[in-house]
């Protein structure tokens, strides 16, 4: 009998001395297997010279006109070009809202700070915009007149962190075309404007929301 | 060849040739067969109504497998449900079976091993049931060889889940054999050879800690989860099941003591032994679930939010608070029912704390366990979870499933091991 | 068994009498239970049937895993899929093979200062990338934070008034691409797994659909088809590729790729071109003169729960 419990004994020690051994080694082999993860295949290697393509960046729409209010036979809006009345008339520096003006331009609606319009606009030649130092600049280079004061939102365009794109990361590849400011933002009121969001999550069950669609009310 | 002949000599254990057992293990699977379909009239209504849930059960699984998973309650929330609970929570009651083998083989409680099988075969019927419940859950049962060895692509050792595979699947081997190899033995009269079922006795012990351990690391591996994400995970886990495990046995030993209708208190002992196991178990438990609750609700934040939402709820979602009181509740009142002097002899109150914890366990690892960790989700949306009506009917197909096994198995052992059917006249 | 079976029954004190006849009425009737017991699992599972005929097929069943296909495999695999879109869903749609390129580690950033919560990137990707139409499934969920907290409880993505809120910032979260991912270790089948390009990918054709992987990723990244997809006919994205956005079958993990079948080209994820404000960055994480290189030498980005230690390959800054 004591034989018995003494091969009992054995046993049991050899059965945990085993585990314990076979429990350590997949241990050890579960940490080198963790950086094992092996990918699926590569491309092959394309043999392509190294074309970069362009990134072409939207071009406003060029020398604005403004529409008159009245409608031609066609029924079509009449517009005018900017010369067409500001060639005979004087500048004035301090207009800063179109409220202001007699004839023309009263709906303009603009929050750009504390800018007047011959800020932006060329007093001596209205199909062109002015540059703070007075140059001229054509509508097409818009960009330019905004990153005059908007340095970091211009750093960060060039940098391809700043307003939207469409086509190909890799310019190895592809071509890019890229917003320009003016596509997003209203030079007048160059706040981006409030949207209604679209293709809201639908509820799963299980899932009720209050009143107000906070998670938290 | 005449099998009385050679094991005419019973006191000698002589080696047997591989005819002689190819022939008497052919007659001991007929006896199985023939102890498995014979019995009252009571047993074949048994089997008939749980025949029956298990059909609803498997109809309902056909046609969550037809129609996808959307047919459950689940969502991409709350990814897990009712299925991985119940796995959950029957990996512990296979485990808690064990408790059975411990006194018997380590302490060599003699009053256990006449009953040790009976928790043994409860291993057997639970992880039949662990693997049903894992099946369910698939989206694709069809792809079920890509998580086979060899065959499929066993991501082992890294996924913990291939891990679960390897225990649980384990685990039934080494409880197949022990209690197959044990009870060929009994029905062939002889005293079973030590070497071929000691080392696999002391193996189970370990491994039957292993399975509730791994399937707790499951969860408590997922740094996304902070319910989960708790080193106390696999302790809880094994104390719960070493609750939940010797409530269930008590209870089976009592009917099958009113059923065979023997007069000599058969499991006496074991019963006793039990519920003094439940007793300090039940105790361990509590102490666990206050500690995790005292650190959950006194640290606050990101991991207190799930515990607060389960015992509290969370601004009108408070779909937990039901199963989770009732377990508490029902656990409390078990564990001061236990505390009763000389409980085994008040079978009453002792069955009303075993099913009592039963109950509380179940809840406690499954509605209040696994669903909580999913709520609110990783990007703290507030998705509630009730199993819909599929899933009960599939959870009570399998545990119908599972009973029948069990109660087959025990059909099976009972007559063997009681010695009143062998291979040998009388 | 030809010996007679009373031999090892009649000692074993079973009261079955009629052991010794094969057509013992008890036999019989024992046979006759256990013949409809059969027979009426077999109807239970008759659904099964539908299904099989319908959804799977002897060639998928019996498909290895997308790493262990040469070409000539692929190719099969590709037109009988295509086969599939045609008879399920009436579309006539390519399947290719995109593998990643050599040099190239894909990153990803978001600027939350710009970002209005409009939820044109979630469209998109619905779109882009063959989503159930039932579910409005997207891999992008959009939060709208409360300013003062990067708390995501504070979050909130069923917002339905017109945006950006001015207490408002919004943060969309997508599969982070993580260098350490979560979902790919717990993966019993190596269904899902990471690419040289840093992309995770799915074989929806060996995933099993255990969903661990959902339970363990903590972005809430992962989507499970709890249905087949439903997608008409001429709103499906004919342009697909294997481990991307192919019309997924019932009952696998899916996950944001990128828009791999666009980035392993060379262009834009559908949803960085879809974005009103030019909020996203995206590019090669080892080209040195990259846009998203230039955003985290020059922006203080963060990742989400960096705490988890995932190591995310998308990140999100702030302008001020």
Redesign the interface.
Same mark, same amino acid.
């Given at each position: 009998m004591a034989g018995e419990a003494r091969i009992g004994k054995i046993a049991f020690g050899g059965v945990i001395a085993l585990i314990g051994v076979v429990f350590v080694g997949v241990l050890v082999w579960t940490w080198l297997a963790r950086n094992d993860l092996k990918p699926g295949p590569k491309a092959e290697e394309p043999s392509t010279p190294a074309v970069i393509h362009p990134v072409t960046i939207r071009t406003p729409a060029g020398i604005p006109r403004v529409a008159t209010g009245e409608v031609d036979s066609q029924g079509q809006p009449v517009t005018i070009a900017c010369a067409t009345c500001h060639d005979t008339r004087q500048p004035n520096y301090e207009t800063r809202s179109g409220t202001t003006l007699k004839d023309f331009h009263q709906g303009l609606h603009f929050a750009h700070g504390n800018q007047s319009c011959l800020s932006c606009h060329n007093a001596t030649d209205y199909d062109t915009l002015k540059q703070a130092d007075g140059r001229p600049l054509e509508f097409s280079q818009t960009l330019m007149l905004c990153a005059q004061c908007h340095g970091p939102q211009f750093r960060d365009y060039q940098n391809g962190s700043h307003g939207g794109m469409q086509g190909h990361w890799d310019l190895t590849r592809g071509g890019r075309t890229r917003n320009t400011c003016t596509d997003c933002h209203d030079p007048h009121h160059p706040a981006y404007p409030e949207v209604m969001p679209v293709f809201p999550p639908k509820m799963v069950r299980g899932e009720t929301i209050t009143p107000h669609g906070e998670n938290h009310p | 060849m005449n099998v009385n002949d050679t094991t005419a000599n019973p006191a000698e254990p002589e080696p047997h040739d591989a005819r002689f057992h190819a022939t008497s293990y052919m007659k001991f699977l007929r006896l199985a067969f023939r102890l498995a379909t014979e019995g009252s009239w009571i047993f074949y209504l048994w089997m008939i109504v749980l025949t029956c849930i298990a059909l609803v059960g498997t109809h309902a699984w056909a046609v969550q497998v037809r129609d996808g998973m959307a047919v459950t309650a689940m969502t991409d929330h709350v990814s897990w449900g009712l299925y991985i609970a119940n796995f959950t929570f029957i990996v512990g009651l296979a485990a808690g079976g064990v408790m059975m083998v411990i006194p018997a083989y380590i302490y060599h409680d003699r009053d256990m091993h006449d009953t040790v099988i009976i928790g043994e075969l409860l291993a057997i019927a639970s992880i039949v049931m662990c693997l049903l419940f894992v099946v369910v859950d698939l989206g694709r049962p069809d792809r079920f060889w890509h998580i086979m060895p060899f065959v499929g692509k066993f991501h082992w050792p890294v996924s913990m889940l291939t891990w679960d595979v390897i225990v649980l699947n384990g685990y039934l081997l080494l409880n197949l054999h022990i209690c197959g190899y044990l009870l060929y033995k009994r029905f062939l009269g002889e005293a079973p050879d030590r070497k071929w079922y000691i080392p696999f006795v002391f193996l189970s012990i370990a491994w039957a800690i292993s399975i509730h351990t791994v399937t707790a690391f499951l969860y408590s591996g997922l740094g996304g989860r902070p319910f989960w994400n708790t080193a106390l995970l696999a302790p809880r886990f094994l104390t719960s099941a070493f609750v939940a495990g010797p409530a269930f046995i008590i209870v089976v030993l009592q009917i099958i003591r009113r059923i065979t209708k023997t007069k000599t208190k058969i499991g006496e002992g074991s019963i006793r032994t039990l519920a003094g196991i439940m007793r300090i178990t039940i105790l361990i438990n509590l102490l666990m679930l206050v500690s995790e609750i005292f650190t959950s609700f006194y640290t606050g934040g990101a991991h207190g939010v799930s515990a607060k939402y389960l015992y509290f709820g969370h601004h009108g979602h408070h779909a937990l608070m039901p199963w989770i009181w009732t377990s508490a509740v029902f656990m409390i009142i078990a564990a001061v029912l236990l505390l009763r002097p000389r409980i085994h002899e008040h079978l009453w109150t002792l069955d009303i704390a075993c099913v009592l914890a039963f109950i509380a366990i179940w809840i406690e690892k499954g509605m209040g366990l696994i669903i909580p960790g999913f709520i609110p989700s990783t990007l703290h949306e507030w998705v509630e979870y009730l199993p819909s009506a599929t899933e009960w009917k599939i959870t009570a197909g399998i545990w119908a499933g599972g009973l029948m096994v069990y109660t087959l198995l025990l059909k099976i052992a009972i007559p063997v091991f009681a010695g009143t059917v062998s291979s040998r006249k009388p | 068994?030809s010996e007679p079976?009373g031999?090892?029954? #009649? @000692? *074993?004190?079973?009261?079955?009498g009629g052991?010794d006849k094969l057509f013992s009425r008890?036999n019989l009737i024992?046979g006759a239970g256990?013949t409809l017991?059969a027979a009426?699992?077999a109807k239970?599972? #008759?659904?099964?049937a539908?299904?099989?005929r319908e959804?799977?097929s002897v060639d998928e069943?019996l498909q290895k895993?997308?790493?262990e296909l040469t070409k000539v495999d692929l190719e099969v695999v590709f037109r009988r899929l295509e086969r599939e879109a045609k008879q399920q869903y009436g579309a006539d749609v390519t399947i290719s093979d995109?593998?990643?390129?050599?040099g190239?580690k894909f990153g990803y950033?978001l600027?939350l200062s710009?970002c209005?919560? *409009? +939820?044109?990137c979630?469209?998109a990707c619905?779109h882009e990338n063959n989503h159930d139409r039932a579910?409005?499934n #997207?891999y992008i +969920?959009?939060?709208e934070m409360t300013k003062g907290s990067m708390?995501?409880?504070?979050?909130?993505?069923?917002?339905?008034?017109?945006?950006?809120h001015p207490d408002k910032f919004y943060m969309p979260?997508q599969c982070q691409q993580c260098d350490n991912p979560?979902c790919?270790?717990?993966?019993?089948?190596?269904?899902t797994?990471?690419?040289?390009d840093g992309i995770v990918?799915v074989d929806y054709n060996? *995933?099993? @659909?255990?969903?661990?992987c959902?339970?363990?990723?903590?972005?809430?990244a992962?989507?499970?088809?709890?249905?087949?997809p439903v997608i008409p006919k001429e709103e499906i994205n004919p342009k697909q590729s294997y481990?991307s956005n192919r019309i997924r079958?019932?009952?696998?993990m899916e996950k944001c790729t990128f828009c791999l079948h666009r980035? +392993?080209?060379?262009?834009?994820p559908a949803c960085?071109?879809a *974005?009103?404000?030019?909020a996203r960055?995206?590019?090669?994480l080892l080209d040195p003169d #990259?846009?998203i290189r230039?955003?985290i030498e020059?922006?203080r980005v963060f990742v989400l729960?960096e705490e988890?230690?995932?190591k995310p390959s998308f990140f999100y800054f702030f302008?001020e």
């Open positions: - | - | 068994m079976s031999e090892c029954g #009649s @000692g *074993c004190g079973c009261k079955g052991d008890r024992k256990i017991g009426a699992f239970a599972l #008759s659904p099964l539908h299904w099989t959804a799977t069943f895993h997308y790493r995109h593998r990643p390129q050599a190239v950033a600027n710009i209005i919560g *409009c +939820r044109r979630a469209e619905h579910t409005s #997207s +969920r959009v939060l708390d995501m409880e504070k979050g909130n993505v069923h917002y339905d008034h017109p945006v950006p979260v979560p790919v270790d717990v993966c019993p089948v190596e269904a797994w990471k690419e040289a990918v060996w *995933c099993i @659909g255990c969903r661990y959902e339970a363990a990723c903590p972005y809430h992962r989507r499970f088809n709890w249905t087949k481990l079958p019932q009952g696998v980035t +392993r080209e060379g262009r834009m960085l071109e *974005c009103p404000t030019g960055v995206f590019g090669n #990259s846009e230039k955003v020059n922006k729960k988890l230690g995932t302008d």
